[in-house]
């Protein structure tokens, strides 16, 4: 696919514009039309349809901040998953911790991608992302537990509300026999 690589290295914050941008495999462009090329015979797709090459290149830019910068990896969470058994799952509680929360992989990603647009997209465009982010992170919660510090860039605890099972079970996701081991 066609990129405008130096208008959109300008774009990205610096710590990460020497990444590569090589994340647009299987896409190709059709006039202003992103297209999926199909799969073992599928017709291939429309991904995304541009109003113009400026738009086409905002589009292109926000897929790659979700694909660069280091994302932080160095929070402690209370609750991690261990093992399951029997279809339960089994976990180990540390008591010293950053977050409450049962570890959540999706949130140093949707933090590096927040703050990768946040550097390169109007503020209106950076605000409606963190609402569709901080919403995917309460997905499973029934209390919202996730807001976002917009100083500091990161997601952040606001209540002690505890992930549910499913759509169908409603309770708390850990219980007392669910703790294997505690580690200080």
Known sequence: ????????????????????????????????KVMSEGERGD????????????????????VICNFVGKAD??????????????????????????YDAIEDARLPGFERYLRNIK????EEFFRKKVKEYTGLMNRW???????YDFENQCFIEISHSR???S?????????????IRVED
Not at 45 to 58: F, I, N, P, Q
Request: aromatic share 18%.
């Open 43 to 62: 017709p291939d797709t429309v991904r995304y349809v541009a109003k113009d090459e400026e738009d086409l290149k905002w589009w292109q830019l926000n």
């Open 1 to 32: 696919m066609k990129l405008d690589e130096k208008w959109i290295r300008d774009h990205l914050p610096e710590d990460c514009r020497n990444e590569s941008l090589d994340c647009f495999g299987g896409l190709y462009l059709d006039g202003l």
């Open 163 to 165: 992930e549910y099972s």
């Open 141 to 147: 919660f029934l209390i919202p537990h996730w807001g």
């Open 119 to 122: 550097y390169a997209f109007p």
């Open 73 to 98: 990896k160095s929070k402690v969470w209370r609750w991690y998953r261990d093992h399951a058994e029997n279809g339960q799952w089994y976990y180990i509680e540390h008591r010293h911790y950053d």
């Open 167 to 179: 759509d169908f079970d409603k309770s708390d996701e850990i219980k007392d026999n669910n703790i």
